[in-house]
C-alpha cells in the first residue's frame, strides 16, 4: 500500500456527530477493522437503475478506488427479505436524482446480507440495526494534515489508523431528504478531500524533489567516480611514462658506459699500437742536401712538418703516421692531382711529395 492510499484512508474519519459510529477493532469486526485481508469476492450487486455506476470488486478495492478518485466510499447494505428493500431501490436508488447525485460525489458499493458471504459481519460491524442502510466510510491513516482538519471540524482524531464510518443512515429514507444530508455532508466534510488532494501534491512534489536530489546524488557519485579514475589513469600514465622515461635513462646511460668502456679499449689499443711503432720509427734525419721536408695535414686539422731522407720509402711515412694517428682506418692522398698513396717501396724523391693529407677512410 503506498503512502497516498494510507494518507487518503486516513482522510475519511469523520463520526459524523457520534463517537459510537466510529469502527473499533474486534474480531468479529476483522474484515472491517483490518481492509485490507483477503476478502472473497463480492457477488456481483443488481443495481436498481441502469445508470447508477456501482463498484463490482472486493472491499479492498473500493476503498483503493476511492481514494484514487478522491471520493467517499458510500456502502449500501440490503436484505433482500426485508420490507424496506424493494421500494428503496425502486424509489430511492431508482430516482434519476439520486443516481447522478451518487455517480457525481461518491463510490458506490452495494452488499447484499443474504448473499454476500462476510454481509452479517460486516452490518453487524457496522452497528446496522434496520434494513436498507447506507453508510459513508473510509479507512483512515494518522495524517497530521488529517489530524488538524478533524480537530478543527471538532472530532477526536484517533491514534492509529482507524477504519471509520462517517455517516450512517437506516430504513426509508426520501429521496430528497438522501441527496440533502449527503449534500450538508459534502458542504460538511469537502475540506477533507481538499486536504487529500493538497497532501497528495506535497508528498508527490517532496517525492519528486527528494527523487531529483537522490539523482543528483548519484550523479554527483558518478561524476566523483569517473573523476577518481580519470586520475588514476592519469597517475598511471604519468608513472608509465617515468617507467619508460627511467628505462630510457638507464638504457641511455649504459650505452654510454659501453661506449666509453670501448673507447677505453680503443685507446689502451691505439696506445700500445702506437708505442710499439714508434719504437720501429727511426730518428727524424737532420736538415741537408740528402733530406726534404713534407707537410702533413690531419683530418683533425693539425699540421706536422717533418723531415725523411730522399732515398728513404714511403714505408717510412706510412709507418711515422701509424705511430701518431688514433683511427686505423684511414688513407694517406695528395692533391692536385688527388691520388691515394698505397705503394710502400716507392722512395720519396721517386714520389716527389711535399703535402701530404690523411683523410678518413670513405667506405662506399
Known amino acids: ?175 430528497s431528504h438522501l441527496i440533502a444530508r449527503l449534500t450538508a455532508f459534502n458542504e460538511t466534510h469537502s475540506s477533507l478531500i481538499q486536504t487529500a488532494r493538497a497532501e497528495i501534491v506535497e508528498r508527490r512534489q517532496t517525492r519528486t524533489v527528494v527523487q531529483e536530489q537522490d539523482e543528483a546524488y548519484l550523479r554527483s557519485l558518478q561524476e566523483d567516480k569517473e573523476k577518481r579514475e580519470r586520475k588514476l589513469r592519469e597517475e598511471q600514465a604519468i608513472a608509465e611514462a617515468e617507467r619508460l622515461k627511467k628505462e630510457e635513462e638507464e638504457r641511455i646511460q649504459k650505452e654510454i658506459a659501453i661506449k666509453k668502456e670501448a673507447a677505453l679499449v680503443k685507446e689502451k689499443k691505439v696506445a700500445a699500437r702506437r708505442s710499439s711503432l714508434s719504437r720501429l720509427v727511426g730518428e727524424e734525419p737532420p736538415a741537408g742536401p740528402d733530406s726534404l721536408k713534407v707537410s702533413i695535414r690531419f683530418s683533425d686539422g693539425k699540421r706536422v712538418v717533418r723531415r725523411f731522407l730522399k732515398e728513404d720509402q714511403l714505408a717510412e711515412l706510412f709507418l711515422w703516421i701509424a705511430s701518431i694517428e688514433s683511427s686505423s682506418d684511414y688513407d694517406i692522398v695528395t692533391h692536385f692531382p688527388r691520388s691515394v698513396l698505397t705503394d710502400a717501396l716507392v722512395t720519396f724523391k721517386e714520389a716527389n711529395l711535399s703535402v701530404v693529407f690523411v683523410e678518413e677512410k670513405i667506405v662506399e
Open 1 to 175: 500500500m503506498s503512502s497516498e492510499e494510507g494518507w487518503l484512508k486516513w482522510l475519511l474519519l469523520l463520526p459524523l456527530r457520534s463517537p459510537a459510529m466510529v469502527v473499533k477493532a474486534s474480531s468479529k469486526a476483522l474484515f472491517y477493522v483490518n481492509p485490507w485481508a483477503p476478502i472473497p469476492p463480492t457477488p456481483p450487486f443488481l443495481s436498481p437503475s441502469p445508470d447508477l455506476v456501482v463498484f463490482h470488486g472486493t472491499y479492498q478495492e473500493a476503498v483503493r478506488k476511492a481514494e484514487r478518485e478522491f471520493k467517499f466510499l458510500i456502502i449500501y447494505l440490503q436484505s433482500s427479505v426485508h420490507e424496506d428493500t424493494q421500494r428503496f431501490r425502486s424509489q430511492v436508488l431508482g430516482s434519476p436524482a439520486v443516481v447522478d447525485f451518487l455517480n457525481q460525489n461518491f463510490l458506490f458499493y452495494g452488499i447484499d446480507v443474504n448473499t454476500h458471504p462476510l454481509g452479517n459481519t460486516l452490518a453487524t460491524s457496522l452497528g446496522v440495526t434496520r434494513f436498507p442502510a447506507l453508510k459513508v466510510i473510509c479507512h483512515v491513516s494518522n495524517s497530521a494534515m488529517t489530524r488538524q482538519n478533524l480537530a478543527r471540524l471538532g472530532y477526536q482524531p484517533p491514534n492509529s489508523s482507524s477504519t471509520c464510518c462517517l455517516l450512517s443512515m437506516q430504513g426509508y429514507i426520501e429521496p
